[in-house]
């Protein structure tokens, strides 16, 4: 875990896994850069939009059958996803605060609730964003 999500993950004062999809490291598989600054006054929405934001590119996350194929970046940092936020003490849970970003059919979302729901990770790209 980095110095900046460690910040935000992993303890009971921040307990926030959304800050996964605010940093960047520069590669294909990694969240969009937010187009501003993040600020304190604005910093929930901006977490949550940047967390809609990465769910719902379906390169990087999308629901088939029975299976969801997720970013790596879940594999990694899933234990961040299972301390509670909002709730949320599973993967399957945190995906259940965003079912219409997932685009989770009902089915989907009754086999998560149950965590029946089959977890696949995609593939990292790890090459870099072209220099514009």
Known sequence: ?????????????????????AVNCASIGCPAL?????????L?????????????????????GDTIYLSAIFKWYGDDFTQGFAGADSIEAFFLLYPNTLQLNAVQQAAAKKQQ???????YNWSLNAVR
Do not use: V, W
């Open 117 to 123: 729901l089959d977890i696949d990770f995609l593939d």
């Open 44 to 64: 929930e929405q901006q977490l949550d939009a940047q967390t809609k934001r990465f769910l719902a590119d379906t390169s990087r996350n999308y629901a088939k």
């Open 34 to 42: 937010l187009e501003e600054a993040y600020t304190g006054a604005k």
């Open 1 to 21: 875990m980095t110095l900046s999500t460690s910040l935000f993950c992993g303890s009971d004062r921040y307990n926030d896994p959304r800050i996964h999809f």
